[in-house]
């Protein structure tokens, strides 16, 4: 079978994380099927220097009417697994839907890349309604190849486009010929807007991401996410001022970057904590499956999330998870592998408290509750499963 992947967003030099999973998960596709060949197809969604910038209008002409910065490029993940890398400019969807026509004519370049290196795609699979969804949706009707959705958006649909959801995220969820989604609270959101999803995981290398030694010594925390409004990293720091007040002693862990940073920073300052807290920054897959393994908990006070691919990473180390109550939080944290409570930061720091003087967590039955429910041997065959549904 051969698949053409269109993720929304990917990581660039600048951003190295950034829809990661995406690239991470195509890959895995791959190689749990030798016998397939998967495209990625890629116009720079965040390479800044494809950006044009709004309040630059005259910098912003001189570079769309030159030569993109950035040439096509052809990357091989595995022997059957190549990125196509065809450049495109963005910018705002104020003005002529921000190149929206110039991404679908890059991504159209690669999908006749792909099909001179592998053959005809049978299944072009877009992450993310828009812009990904609206790019399958002009490759499905030019070349006559259905398209599946996996929706990811959080909240969904995104503050930026509650004004143009009916332009712009719901025509490619309506015409696709499958969607999924990544929890069942998305799917119920989905329903809310005439769209019919149906589930399917996150996926990741858990052959990768495995349990480590056992920790001793400080308890040590672990928080994964980028330093956004979203993950609200401020409850976490409040709540662990309050685990410090009691005397336990802990290490916090943060991996990730963003603009609020140098806030979060200052907070953590004012709470006196910087004796607790270890900002580590990006990381890469080596550097976060060595913070995991190192750590007895990992905490998440996101006000919104679907189905982050971090705490499927801790599972999979066998680490316990205690996560805020967001929509979908029940699906994923639950039995041996952790705790959903409500959001606030006196319960979780009461609870942190607990489990530093005894934690009743076993990393081999964290790992089992990831593996039966969660597991990436079982994800692919499901999907699989949609492809063909969807070929028949």
């Known amino acids: 079978m051969n698949v053409f992947v269109i993720p929304s967003w990917y990581p660039s030099e600048q951003y190295p994380s950034t829809g990661i999973f995406f690239r991470e998960q195509s890959r895995l596709l791959a190689t749990h099927r030798p016998n397939w060949n998967v495209g990625i197809s890629l116009w720079g969604s ?12 005259l910098g912003g002409f001189i570079k769309y009417n030159s ?3 950035i040439r096509k490029y052809e990357n091989q ?8 890398f065809t450049p495109a400019f963005t910018w705002t969807r104020k003005f002529r839907n921000g190149n929206i026509r110039g991404i679908i004519a890059a991504n159209r370049q690669n999908f006749e890349r792909f099909t001179t290196h592998f053959g005809r795609p ?20 030019a070349y006559q190849v259905p398209y599946v959705i996996t929706e990811h958006m959080s909240p969904f649909p995104m503050a930026s486009f509650k004004k143009d959801i009916q332009k712009t995220v719901l025509p490619p969820l309506r015409a696709a010929g499958q969607v999924l989604a990544v929890s069942q609270a998305l799917i119920k959101r989905l329903s809310e807007f005439g769209v019919r999803a149906d589930r399917i995981s996150n996926f ?16 040590t925390l672990v928080a994964v996410g980028r330093l956004e409004a979203q993950k609200n990293y401020e409850a976490l720091l409040e709540s662990i001022a309050h685990v410090q007040k009691t005397g336990v002693d802990f290490a916090l862990k943060v991996i990730g970057t963003g603009s609020r940073e140098k806030h979060l920073r200052n907070q953590c300052s004012q709470l006196h904590l910087d004796g607790n807290v270890e900002w580590l920054g990006e990381c890469n897959q080596n550097e ?17 999330e679907n189905q982050p691919v971090a705490i499927l990473e801790a599972m999979a180390c066998g680490v316990p998870v205690l996560t805020f109550d967001w929509d979908g939080a029940d699906e994923l944290v639950f039995g041996d592998a952790g705790e959903v409570l409500p959001s606030d930061p006196i319960l979780l720091a009461e609870k942190v408290k607990s489990l530093a003087q005894k934690n009743p967590y076993d990393p081999q039955k964290v790992r089992a509750t990831f593996e039966d429910h969660f597991g990436t041997v079982a994800q692919v065959q499901k999907l699989e499963q949609y492809y063909q549904r969807l070929l028949e």
């Open 46 to 57: 965040h390479e800044p220097k494809l950006w044009l910038k709004a309040y630059a209008p």
């Open 67 to 69: 030569k993109p910065p």
């Open 77 to 84: 993940l595995e022997y059957n697994c190549v990125e196509f």
């Open 122 to 141: 049978d299944v072009i699979h877009a992450h993310v309604s828009y812009p990904a969804g609206a790019i399958a949706r002009a490759l499905s009707e």
């Open 204 to 219: 990741l290398d858990d052959r990768f991401f495995t349990p480590g030694s056992a920790q001793t010594g400080r308890f």
């Open 288 to 304: 976060v499956r060595q913070a995991l393994r190192s750590a007895n908990l990992m905490v998440n006070t996101s006000r919104h």
